[in-house]
T-cell receptor
Framework: GENVEQHPSTLSVQEGDSAVIKCTYS??????FPWYKQELGKRPQLIID?????GEKKDQRIAVTLNKTAKHFSLHITETQPEDSAVYFC????????????FGTGTRLKVLA | DGGITQSPKYLFRKEGQNVTLSCEQN?????MYWYRQDPGQGLRLIYY???????QKGDIAEGYSVSREKKESFPLTVTSAQKNPTAFYLC?????????????FGSGTRLTVV
């Protein structure tokens, strides 16, 4: 069945260092890959997304890369700050409109000051 | 709540009791979803609806029921058959053909069995 694996489950980095979170998806028909940030007790918030016709997308300190052949995509956060500490979820979807997401299991990122 | 209102924010259920969680949206999105999140865990799909008067089971539908009588509303009932309902419940929406890809989430309902 459809599945998204996410690694690592927890990640601790020093402030200013980079963090990388990786996800692998199983359904080759997936073509939309969002990343969500969830702070404790809050709802997930979209931070960046990528579509399958693009290999990389960047937004300030955050970037996402996609390798369709290998069916994996990664979130890169540079110059990490304490406010980056949260749980990050990746997801895969087959397209626009009403397609459901398949979520990864989440990565708890701790940025140590 | 960014166009999605979930209520109540906190809910307490007694053993053997059915409770209903509300999700209302004014985004004119076609699809609505219910996810369950256990502490320290990911998001698991309970039910989803892509159009009014139609809905589909997700991965963990047992013990839950939904209805979609109008576009704006997708209530979730947690029945007494759900033996471990304590969790954080999130409602999400996304648009129809040609609309936005992304989910918009509500602020969630925290359900506790007492």
């Amino acid at each position: 069945g459809e599945n998204v694996e996410q690694h690592p489950s927890t990640l601790s980095v020093q402030e200013g260092d980079s963090a990388v979170i990786k996800c692998t998806y199983s359904d080759s028909a997936s073509n939309y890959f969002p990343w969500y940030k969830q702070e404790l007790g809050k709802r997930p918030q979209l931070i960046i997304d990528i579509r399958s016709n693009v290999g990389e997308k960047k937004d300030q300190r955050i970037a996402v890369t996609l390798n369709k052949t290998a069916k994996h995509f990664s979130l890169h956060i540079t110059e990490t700050q304490p406010e980056d500490s949260a749980v990050y979820f990746c997801a895969a979807s087959k397209g626009s409109g009403t397609y459901k997401y398949i979520f990864g299991t989440g990565t708890r990122l701790k940025v140590l000051a | 709540d960014g166009g999605i209102t979930q209520s109540p924010k906190y809910l307490f259920r007694k053993e053997g009791q059915n409770v209903t969680l509300s999700c209302e949206q004014n985004l004119n999105h076609d699809a609505m979803y219910w996810y369950r999140q256990d502490p320290g865990q990911g998001l698991r799909l309970i039910y989803y609806s892509q159009i009014v008067n139609d809905f589909q089971k997700g991965d963990i539908a047992e013990g839950y029921s939904v209805s979609r009588e109008k576009k704006e509303s997708f209530p979730l009932t947690v029945t007494s058959a759900q033996k471990n309902p304590t969790a954080f419940y999130l409602c999400a929406t996304n648009g129809g053909q040609g609309r936005s890809y992304g989910y918009t989430f509500g602020s969630g309902t925290r359900l506790t069995v007492v």
